[in-house]
């Protein structure tokens, strides 16, 4: 977790974490989806999946050109980039109303996912699927707000006014986004109830289940060697306390007998026992063989 500029950037993996520690004052009933058209995954200078551009200027860039069109600050609360890692914008916190659609931002939170996901733009990574997924999920879940298409909204659904459409519709919705082709599925409601608001879900059932996590099979592989070792070593020291107080072993009894007046009763350590033998040949003149 990094703190730089305008923008607190994560892992996905932290999110959760972050989000659960985080105190939201104000009532938030929508989670808005967009894309940013642009940047993208060309202005991003993607070279075999990787951004060659610099984060901070990709986000600070976004934030000067929200600026520039005379915004209090940046217009989302949230950003996923194209490697899955989120960006909060400190100047738009949580509890901050964001400037995601005219007319319809009050109670809503605005997440705006890097990429151009119309029709013959990006192509979604894997990593940037997952993290998305996982961040509506996680939000749903602080938040408590249903996943459904009237609570998880397409900012196609809206006109430029920012009247409810419930859908897109060309010439009416005041934009493509989240894309043409957004997740495969296209920016529709139907789309949406397709693969993305089930996604939401399975991935939301995943985190309540507490497979926050998931190991690989390689992971399990080692933790299953992790516990043979420990209960093997568990054995072990078992045996080592149970030789700490053990009675007169056979080979120590002609030892034992002839100091028994000494001893108070018949437990010991092995190396006592092995002393004691040891005295008793001496004192009575055994001498062995070294082996
Ligand atoms: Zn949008």
């Known amino acids: 977790m990094i703190t730089k500029g305008n923008f607190l950037l994560m892992e996905p993996s932290e999110f959760k974490v972050w989000l659960d520690k985080q105190n939201i004052t104000r009532k938030i009933d929508k989670l808005q989806v967009h894309h940013t058209a642009s940047p993208n995954y060309s202005t991003r200078q993607m070279v075999n999946g990787i951004a060659k551009q610099d984060v ?6 976004m934030r000067s050109y929200h600026l520039s069109q005379g915004w209090s600050g940046t217009g989302q609360n949230i ?3 194209e490697d899955g890692r ?4 400190l100047d738009r916190d949580l509890n901050k109303t964001p400037a995601g659609i005219k007319g319809a931002n ?5 997440i705006e996912i890097i990429g151009n996901f119309d029709q013959g733009g990006d192509t979604m990574s894997t990593a940037q699927k997952h993290s998305v997924i996982h961040l509506y999920a996680c939000l749903a879940l602080k938040l408590n707000i249903p996943i459904d298409t009237s609570h998880i909204v397409y900012h196609a659904w809206y006109t430029s006014s920012g009247a409810w459409l419930g859908d897109y519709e060309r010439g009416e919705s005041s934009k493509t986004c989240p894309g043409t082709n957004f997740f495969g599925d296209g920016n529709t409601r139907a789309g949406a ?3 993305f608001i089930p996604a939401i879900k ?6 309540k289940e507490g ?4 190991m690989t099979s390689e992971e399990k592989k080692q933790m299953e060697e992790l516990k043979a070792t420990v209960e093997s070593q568990a054995k072990w020291i078992a045996a080592q306390k149970a030789k700490e107080n053990m009675k007169c072993p056979k080979w120590a009894v002609p030892a034992y007998e002839f100091y028994n007046p000494y001893i108070a009763d018949n437990k010991g350590s092995y190396d006592f026992w092995r002393q004691l033998v040891i005295n ?3 004192e009575v003149g055994i001498k062995v063989q070294p082996q």
Request: net charge positive; hydrophobic share 35%.
């Open 56 to 61: 901070w200027k990709c986000l600070e860039g």
């Open 79 to 81: 950003t996923v980039l």
């Open 86 to 89: 989120i960006a909060i914008s």
């Open 106 to 110: 009050t109670g809503a939170l605005c």
């Open 193 to 195: 109830e397709r693969g």
């Open 202 to 207: 399975t991935e939301l059932k995943r985190i």
């Open 211 to 214: 497979d926050v996590d998931p």
């Open 280 to 282: 008793y040949r001496k």
